[in-house]
């Protein structure tokens, strides 16, 4: 009896775990994904990972696209774009993303996603902070 509870409870966690991995690995999906829609100046494609609140802000893919370019601009050209940290709270993911942008200078960006009730991942919000400066 004892060693059955134990394999429960060993089988609880390792299965939260791999859902965890999943879940991280659907976001950075997501984020990559517009990433490579905004290399490719695909609005449209960019702004369907946005979460229901920033459409909102932001009413059409054009606009998306623009405010992108012009308050961005390190993730909409960039030399490099490498995922770090994630940490995971509720239906909530905050993803760290390591940018070196078209000068040269490295970036950090801290995407959040939220989950939706479909159980996909849209993106929430992204703030970029030059690599070094303080908060």
Not at 25 to 54: F, K, M, N, T, W
Request: some cysteine; overall charge negative; aromatic content about 8%.
């Amino acid at each position: 009896m004892r060693i059955a509870a134990l394999l429960v409870a060993i089988s609880l966690v390792f299965g939260s775990t791999a859902t965890l991995a999943d879940d991280v690995a659907a976001a950075q999906g997501v984020i990559r994904a517009q990433e490579q829609a905004l290399a490719r100046d695909d609005a449209a494609a960019a702004y369907s990972h946005a979460a229901p609140a920033i459409k909102e802000i932001f009413s059409a893919p054009d606009v998306f696209m623009s405010m992108v370019r012009s308050g961005y601009a390190p993730i909409y050209r960039h030399k490099s774009f490498e995922f770090g940290e994630s940490k995971i709270e509720g239906g909530w993911i905050a993803q760290r993303v390591h940018i070196i942008d078209a000068n040269g200078e490295a970036w950090i960006a801290l995407y959040t996603l939220e989950q939706q009730p479909d159980g996909s991942y849209k993106i929430t919000g992204c703030s970029l902070l030059k690599a070094g400066q303080a908060v």
